[in-house]
């Protein structure tokens, strides 16, 4: 069975920086993008970023550019994601995805497995 598993969420004050980590196993054969979405209290799941297995694609959410960066080592199956400038908007919970073939995207549907999440608490 494919797992994903998140790690290093924690509480942090405004304006830290805080690096998370996801692990897959159970794969038969590779992914073709691996990123990250997020759910906070009272509010829908998003879209957070996302990385092909090359690091050469990228796509993040507006409310992070410039702040959070995502890449991937496909060797291992991992993806991670550095936060910086971190403020309250990005409490939530963060959900590790993982997208067997094609480019990575937006669409939550198209991914073919998801972890458990990691919560990342953002205090003033």
């Known amino acids: 069975q494919v797992q994903l598993v998140e790690s290093g969420g924690g509480e942090v004050q405004v304006g830290a920086t805080l690096s998370l980590s996801c692990a897959a196993s159970g794969l038969t054969f590779g992914g073709d993008a691996m990123g990250w979405f997020r759910q906070a209290p009272g509010k829908e799941r998003e879209f957070v970023a996302a990385v092909n297995w090359n690091n050469y694609i990228t796509l993040y959410a507006d409310s992070v550019k410039d702040r959070f960066l995502v890449s991937s080592d496909s060797a291992k199956n991992m993806v991670y994601l550095t936060m910086t400038n971190l403020n309250s908007e990005d409490t939530a919970i963060y959900y590790c995805?993982?997208?067997?073939?094609?480019?990575?995207?937006?669409?939550?549907?198209?991914?073919?497995?998801w972890g458990r999440g990691t919560q990342v608490t953002v205090s003033s």
């Open positions: 995805v993982l997208k067997t073939t094609g480019d990575p995207t937006t669409q939550a549907s198209a991914y073919d497995y």
